[in-house]
């Protein structure tokens, strides 16, 4: 009997870590601190996630409802695109965890990729 293992599919963040910009001064305007963001990108479903988690500065509630912005810039300094998550200061305790995924980037649209920025708004 012959039998074939099948690989595991490989998934790959690249250095796209290494793109990923804060804006720290928006950051304290809306009262948040952003950390452990992450990109990685899926060959195979040609999807770039974006993870970011996010605490109140002050205490544990948000003061007013938050967007949480991902901009993917090219290596002119074009933005690409964009997408945002809305988070509402009503229904937020603690810390959260947004997940920004952008679809149908193949490897060539990926290498021209120069920047990715995450802030937040209100």
């Known amino acids: 009997m012959n039998t074939t293992l099948e690989q595991p599919v490989k998934r790959d963040s690249g ?3 290494l793109l990923l910009e804060r804006a720290q001064e928006l950051e304290t305007w809306c009262g948040v601190d952003f950390y452990n963001i992450s990109a990685n990108y899926d060959r ?3 999807t770039l ?3 970011c988690e996010f605490r109140p500065t002050q ?3 948000l003061k007013a409802n938050l967007f949480v912005n991902v901009v ?3 290596q002119d300094n074009r933005i690409i695109t ?3 998550e809305s988070v509402e200061h009503k229904n937020f305790f603690g810390f959260r965890i947004a997940k920004i ?3 149908y980037l193949t490897t060539k649209k990926m290498a021209n990729i120069g920047k990715i920025k ?3 708004s209100r």
């Open 49 to 51: 996630t974006i993870f």
């Open 118 to 120: 995450v802030y937040p």
């Open 15 to 17: 250095n796209y870590d």
């Open 72 to 74: 993917l810039y090219d």
């Open 82 to 84: 964009q997408k945002s």
């Open 59 to 61: 205490g544990p509630k």
């Open 101 to 103: 995924d952008f679809y």
């Open 44 to 46: 195979r479903d040609h």
